[in-house]
Structure formats: structure tokens, C-alpha cells
């Protein structure tokens, strides 16, 4: 199965769309996005970031021009930086896996420290990090962006190497496991058959993509014209297949329409690769098996050890067992270590693992920052922004966006939240790389 073109010859509407297009190419990466103008405030404070992901970067670059004087380094071992939001373009075969693929040396400000490394350990009573090599890094104050750790070891018998083979899938490891998904996923539209998607029960980063996979797939098998000696089965561990309600239950009825079934409470425990086999358990401890010729996995997600072994993670309540870090959910400040913030997927919040909510909470975590550097109280508050450009079909998508509280908060006045749209689409597949490489660079 050929890549498709996913904007060739555009439709009337659709031509007048991409005219709006150039007019405003960084509407939807500026929205919201707080300044960084003012004088740069004079320090000799040393900064610790952990993590080179988009919350990393993004925050060093804005503390490079918000500080004078100050020494930031940056602790993470990646070379290459990849555009995790375009995974599930990669994945479905609307773009080549190059777009998803950069390198980090370009995007870091001049003048910074990069240690090659990765935080083993944080001793924050003490003030300092150590790294896997053994390296002891003395700070003054530490942003944690580390992100998740996929957690594949919890489903028995998961080889992340096998992705691309017998029918195995799962877009989240990386750009060459998006690259063979897509692989797997042509070899299984071209005939057909049982495809399962599964959803675990844990916070997940881009909790939008295994629906965004559902629907995609099932568009494939449309376009194959395999649809009819197909069947999709949506698997969720939990009793639902989306955290916001109005989503949720919009999708679910999208779903019914297009006869993808749904089953709750089912989480994926084991997998036989070779002979094409799942296993799911309830909670009551109950197994069963189902055969498949295709399956996405989503692994179970938690903080990476260094985080989760530490005194930095929630200690009690809902984010504990994921050893997620302990932030106030206003301000990202870490609830007992003030000189500690968090940004990003590592967050132990309600809601926030996408790089929208880095795009509205960086700002804001350097802003914070600063003030605490300055001697003031944080004083830029969080409301949980969190933005899923959710594909329903190839050349249209729902632009969902909403809070801590779950409320929908639509930015943009000409999209409808729960109806899809090619302007939608349009801005997943074209606006929102660049809105994102502007939030890298510190630029909204």
C-alpha cells in the first residue's frame, strides 16, 4: 500500500482553507503563550535541567534570555530530537518518518552546559544530581522534564523489536517503531481481518493516540476496500476510552457508527508474538484470550526510576504508584522542595502529557522560576491546558482542548470542538510542527 498524498488536490473549501493557512501560520502555537520581554535579571545561579525532550529545551532556551550571569546545563544523553506528536502521521502513513526526526546540538542556546548523560539519581536534600556515569552536579535549582518511562515489561512476552512483525504495532517507543507500524499496518489492510487496539489504565503522554490509531486504521481498510472482511476491537483497561466526558462519549457514538466495538475493564497482560495471541485480565483476575492478525499496544506508562526511586515523587494519592513528581498543580513547583520545578509528561497532575501543555506551561515554569530566583512567590498560575488534535479519518480531525477540570476551552473561534474538519486536519498535518519548533526555541 502506497503512501497517499494527503493533500493532494485539494477541494474548493479546502483551497480556501490553506489561504487562511499562510495568513496565520503560528496561530495555533502562539495562542496563550505568555512574553518573555523585560530586562534579563543578573545571577550566578546554577540550573539543572534534567531532560532535552520539548520541555527541556524550551525552558532553557527562555531562562538563557531571562538570566544574565546564570550557568544552566542540561542533563540527557539524546542526540536526536524527535517530534513526538507526528509518531501517529508516521504510523498511518501520511508522513515519511524524516519529518519526525532532528537533532537536539541544533535547538540548545548558545553558552549552555550539555552533559551526555542521564540522572540515575536526585538527592535533592543535598542540592545536586548524579548521573548513570557517576558524575555529582551541585545545583541551585532543577527543572525535571525527564518525561515517562514506557513500561512494556508489564505485558508478558512484548518484544519492542518484533513491532513491524506478525502484526504487531505500537506507535509510542520511537520513529522507527512508528515506521514499522506502519509497515505492519499495510500488510494488514491488504487483507483484512481481527485488528486490536488496546489502552491501558495508567496516565498516558498523548492519551489521544490509540483512538487516533482506531480511526485510522479503520479509514485504511476503507481506502483498501478490506473493510468489510475486517473487524476492529477496541480493548480499554479502564471504563472508558477518553478522560473527558463530552469526548468520551462523542467518540464512543463516532465508534458505534463506524462499527468499531468497545470492551472495558480488559488490560492487555500478555502477548504470544509468534502465534498471534493477547491475553487481557479484569480486575476481578479473570483471563481471556484473543487472536489477532493485527494489535496496537499501548504500554502502561510511569516515571522513569530516577524520578520514581526518589524523594521527588508523590509519596501518597492517586500519582504515587506511578511515581509521578510531586508538583503543586498551579504554580509546577514541587510541593517540597521550592527550588524544584516540574514540566511536562513527568508531571504528577490531573491531566497534561502532550506537548500542547508544554507549549502553555513553559512560560510559565520560567517565568516561576525566576520570581523564586528573584526572592518572590511563583505567581503565574496553570489551568491544566491540554490540546488533542484528534484524527478521525485522513483530511479531517477534531480539535479537542480543555482543562484540569475536563471542560472544553477552544482557542481558535472557526473550529467546532467535538465536530471534525479539514482546518483541523490542516492544522495537525501542516501548523503545528512549526508551532512547535517556535515553543522549542522559546519563542511563544
Known amino acids: 500500500m502506497k503512501r497517499i498524498p494527503a493533500l493532494a488536490h485539494p477541494d474548493p473549501e479546502r483551497r480556501r482553507w490553506l489561504q487562511t493557512l499562510a ?23 546554577r540550573i539543572v535541567i534534567a531532560g532535552s525532550g520539548l520541555g527541556g529545551i524550551a525552558v532553557a532556551n527562555r531562562l538563557a534570555r531571562m538570566l544574565d550571569g546564570a550557568k544552566i546545563t542540561i542533563v540527557d544523553r539524546k542526540e536526536e530530537h524527535n517530534y513526538q506528536p507526528g509518531y501517529t502521521l508516521v504510523a ?3 508522513w515519511p518518518v524524516d519529518k519526525v526526526r532532528d537533532r537536539n546540538a541544533d535547538f540548545q542556546p548558545a553558552g549552555i552546559e550539555w552533559v551526555k548523560d ?12 548524579v548521573t548513570a556515569g557517576g558524575q555529582r552536579i551541585a545545583y541551585d535549582y532543577l527543572v525535571v522534564a525527564t518525561g515517562v518511562h514506557l513500561d512494556f515489561a508489564q505485558i508478558e512476552g512484548m518484544d519492542v523489536d518484533a513491532i513491524g512483525r506478525e502484526g504487531l504495532a505500537s506507535v509510542y ?25 488496546t489502552l491501558p489504565a495508567t496516565p498516558l503522554k498523548c492519551a489521544g493516540a490509540p483512538l ?11 481506502k483498501a476496500g478490506t473493510l468489510g472482511a475486517s473487524k476492529i476491537s477496541f480493548q480499554s483497561a479502564l471504563g472508558t476510552v477518553f478522560g473527558v466526558k463530552v469526548v468520551n462519549d462523542n467518540v464512543l457514538e463516532r465508534w458505534k457508527t463506524l462499527g468499531i466495538d468497545v470492551e472495558y475493564s480488559r488490560k492487555l497482560a500478555a502477548i504470544d508474538i509468534g502465534a498471534r495471541r493477547a491475553t487481557f485480565v479484569t480486575p476481578e483476575g479473570e483471563r481471556q484470550e484473543m487472536p489477532y492478525d493485527f494489535i496496537h499496544v499501548v504500554p502502561p506508562m510511569r516515571a522513569p526510576d530516577a524520578v520514581k526511586n526518589s524523594p521527588l515523587a508523590w509519596k501518597d494519592g492517586p500519582f504515587a504508584a506511578g511515581g509521578w513528581l510531586e508538583v503543586d498543580k498551579t504554580t509546577l ?25 508544554v507549549k502553555k506551561s513553559a512560560p510559565l515554569v520560567a517565568h516561576n522560576l525566576v520570581e523564586v530566583i528573584a526572592g518572590r512567590k511563583p505567581d503565574q498560575a496553570f489551568d491544566g491546558y491540554t490540546s488533542c488534535p484528534l484524527i478521525t479519518r485522513e483530511g479531517s480531525a477534531m480539535l479537542i482542548e480543555f482543562d484540569y477540570e475536563g471542560r472544553l476551552t477552544p482557542s481558535l473561534p472557526m473550529i467546532e470542538p467535538l465536530q471534525d474538519s479539514f482546518f483541523a486536519w490542516l492544522m ?16 511563544v
Open 212 to 222: 487516533k490509531m482506531s480511526f485510522m486504521l479503520r479509514d485504511r481498510l476503507l
Open 118 to 129: 542521564m540522572v540515575a539519581v536526585f538527592d535533592p536534600a543535598a542540592n545536586a544530581v
Open 23 to 45: 495568513a496565520a501560520p503560528m496561530m495555533a502555537g502562539a495562542a496563550g503563550a505568555p512574553g518573555t520581554a523585560g530586562a534579563a535579571i543578573k545571577t550566578s545561579a
Open 92 to 94: 498511518t502513513g501520511v
Open 173 to 197: 517507543p520511537s520513529p522507527q517503531a512508528a515506521q514499522a507500524t506502519w509497515s505492519a499496518m499495510q500488510g494488514f489492510v491488504a487483507k483484512g481481518g481481527q485488528a486490536v487496539m
Open 333 to 357: 513547583q514541587h510541593r517540597r522542595f521550592p527550588n524544584v520545578f516540574g514540566l511536562g509528561d513527568i508531571n504528577g497532575t490531573p491531566r497534561g502529557k502532550t506537548a500542547a501543555t
Open 428 to 443: 495537525k498535518y501542516r501548523m503545528l510542527k512549526p508551532a512547535y519548533m517556535a515553543v522549542l526555541k522559546g519563542r
